[in-house]
């Protein structure tokens, strides 16, 4: 094969170059059971995907934009300290916006630049138009927004640059990183490798520049698409869509709870201490869907990690047993962050059905037991790092609380069983050829 059959191979796929990967080297069961025949239909593939270029520079990339939120609202708290509850959530209010537009700019130059390694890519030419793309394809008031913040030194606020890039900033730069990378490929398939760099680089900033002049944005559109899930209010539906969306964004390694935080924290927390005040003064509480309903639906953190990693306490993989017990404790008090990234969870096409759909089965469960009142509902703001049950049985000041969180995690358990299976033998596989 000449090297430019390799090199448009390489393209085409979007991946380092290497052998596929069959169903004996996978060692996949022949059984007639429902576990057999999901592993047959999916390890395969899950196994391509997660081995891809793109996505292995997704898993190394999104870290660096989740510590950049980080630092950012540690830097506003050192600066700026609160003194209560209240002070706490002003501060996740307003700094969550800038954090995550801050954190969509590094994202940009961190995963161009991981995309440009792995696929064996002029690194300056990558990161040059993928950041010239990104601040093209920004709307323009969003743009203006922050030309205003750096003129007045922080006096005039981030504005809507925060409000835009806060709850699109990632995805944007994850799109733009990626068709980057894809414009280059083209034009490297027709002018080869120097000429086809900047002509694949060039086009796509032509038509990022031909949507502004439109006066079309991604970025925007994508923050106007969510926008709407603030006004779901107390409702089955809101609960169901938050919890959905939140576990889907962690797929991709974005914090969905502080993504949307911005949108809906305010919202449920105003809920929240209706529910509070009305039990001071003995009346009916009037709300389910509270931020403390969310205690029921995410036990061990998104995706109802918790019995997850139960089950890996047993599992035959000497790595994941190892994982498990490494992880169980801060599992308990709802820190999965490790388990996100560390299993990994992101980008994980195996477990990403019981990521999403665990969490939603416990979100209708959680949301039947308290509308037939057969649980108390969500009384007080209770920190989610306090343990399993015992957070459910302080927000609701109902022993039955616990019964429905046991309930929940049988629940989850059962939804988590048969992808887990799956995902070890893939794992056993993988670990013998290594």
Not at 361 to 386: D, Q
């Amino acid at each position: 094969m000449s090297p430019s059959s390799v090199e448009s191979k390489r393209s085409s796929a979007g991946s380092e170059a290497r052998p596929a990967v069959g169903a004996a080297e996978l060692q996949l069961p022949t059984g007639d059971g429902f576990v057999a025949r999901l592993e047959r239909a999916v390890a395969p593939y899950a196994h391509r995907f997660a081995e891809a270029a793109a996505v292995k520079a997704l898993r190394e990339s999104l870290p660096i934009a989740f510590g950049v939120v980080l630092l950012y609202l540690i830097v506003l708290c050192w600066f700026f300290p609160f003194v209560d509850w209240a002070g706490l959530f002003a501060h996740l209010r307003d700094g969550i916006g800038p954090a995550f537009a801050l954190a969509s700019i590094v994202m940009t130059v961190v995963l161009s630049f991981r995309l440009a390694v792995r696929l064996h890519y002029p690194v300056i030419t990558m990161v040059g138009f993928a950041f010239a793309v990104f601040w093209t394809a920004l709307p323009r008031h969003a743009v203006r927004a922050l030309l205003e913040f750096i003129g007045s030194q922080g006096q005039a606020g981030w504005g809507t640059f925060a409000t835009t890039l806060g709850a699109s900033g990632l995805f944007t730069a994850i799109l733009v990183s990626l068709a980057t990378a894809g414009a280059i490929v083209l034009g490297r398939r027709r002018f080869g490798p120097v000429r086809g760099d900047l002509a694949g680089g060039v086009a796509l900033l032509a038509v990022a520049a031909l949507l502004n002049v439109l006066n079309f944005s991604i970025a925007g559109l994508i923050a106007a698409a969510i926008a709407p899930l603030a006004t779901l209010g107390d409702s089955f539906v809101a609960l169901a869509l938050i919890t959905a969306i939140e576990s889907a964004l962690w797929l991709v390694g974005i914090h969905g709870p502080a993504l949307l935080a911005a949108l809906v924290l305010p919202v449920y927390l105003h809920l929240q201490l209706q529910n509070t005040a009305a039990q001071q003064h003995h009346d009916p509480i009037p709300h389910i869907v509270v931020v403390s309903t969310f205690l029921f639906v995410f036990p061990g953190g998104a995706g109802a990690t918790l019995p997850l990693v139960a089950l890996l306490l047993r599992s035959r993989v000497p790595r994941l047993r190892k994982f498990a017990y490494a992880t169980i404790l801060p599992s308990l008090i709802n820190v999965n962050e490790p388990v996100i990234f560390g299993l990994p969870l992101a980008y994980n096409p195996v477990l990403a059905v019981p990521f999403v759909l665990a969490p939603v089965v416990l979100a209708c469960t959680t949301y039947a037991a308290m509308a037939l009142g057969l649980v108390g509902k969500p009384l007080f703001y209770i920190p989610s790092t306090l343990p399993a049950f015992v957070n459910a049985v302080a927000a609701t000041l109902d022993w039955r609380a616990a019964v429905l969180v046991a309930v929940n995690l049988a629940l989850a358990a059962a939804v988590w069983l048969p992808f887990v299976r799956v995902y070890e033998r893939a794992e056993a596989a993988r670990g013998a050829s290594a």
